[in-house]
């Protein structure tokens, strides 16, 4: 089964400060791994995906982050964080399938980020 | 493009009652998405349809949960009789393909008194 693990409920930074948000993945064939962010109030909007390829993906609000297969981690990260990134990030993956039968995605339980002006 | 559209965005109602809560997806995409995320706990899976079809029920919790797309169009989540611990947000999402990005609605805040 696949799973995915976010060990911080809660991340603060400094406004300008550089910002990561962990997550950890275990699935049993090649990952998409995915990040979403949900405003109050707002449903999930997707950032960024990993398919296959450049380990480091740019996504949108100039949020990226780096697949390690070795370590099995998809953390999100941002050079300069702005009060306005203030928001709950999801990671989320599924496993490509070998049968060509439909993968559910499998959320991490989120991730409270504050940017503190 | 107009989003994925839920109705209502909240509501509360008493155990033993019914709710249905509506979806409609973003014209064209034939993958529909139920999630709920209960308690601030993890988004949870609960069924996939690929047009009217049932891709994937396995994460409906039990018999009380009934979801339909007739037509393959918009999708309705009837719960019945609701229980207090069905309170959550439920999300509905649609894709174009299996592995595109899903585009998610506002959510609809369930609260069972």
């Known amino acids: 089964a696949q799973s995915v693990a976010q060990p911080e409920d809660q991340v603060n930074v400094a406004e300008g400060n550089p910002l990561t948000v962990k997550c950890t993945y275990s699935?049993?064939?090649?990952?998409?791994l995915f990040w979403y962010v949900q405003y109050p109030n707002r449903g999930l909007q997707f950032l960024l995906k990993y398919i296959t390829g450049d380990n480091l993906v740019k996504g949108s609000y100039g949020f990226e982050a780096e697949f390690n297969k070795s370590q099995t981690s998809f953390h999100l990260k941002k050079p300069s964080a702005l009060v306005s990134d203030s928001a709950l990030y999801f990671c989320a993956v599924r496993d490509k399938p070998s049968s060509g039968s439909a993968r559910q995605l499998t959320f991490g339980s989120g991730t409270q980020l504050t940017v503190l002006p | 493009e107009a989003g994925v559209t839920q109705f209502p965005s909240h509501s509360v109602i008493e155990k033993g009652q019914t709710v249905t809560l509506r979806c409609d997806p973003i014209s064209g995409h034939d993958n529909l998405y139920w999630y709920r995320r209960v308690m601030g706990k993890e988004i949870k899976f609960l069924l996939h349809f690929v047009k009217e079809s049932k891709q994937d029920e396995s994460g409906m919790p039990n018999n009380r949960f009934l979801a339909e797309r007739t037509g393959g169009t918009y999708s309705t989540l009837k719960v019945q009789p609701a229980e207090l611990e069905d309170s959550g947000v439920y999300f509905c999402?649609?894709?174009?393909?299996?592995?595109?990005?899903?585009?998610f609605g506002n959510g609809t805040r369930l609260t069972v008194t």
């Open positions: 999402a649609s894709a174009g393909g299996l592995y595109s990005p899903l585009h």
């Open positions: 699935v049993s064939g090649n990952p998409y």
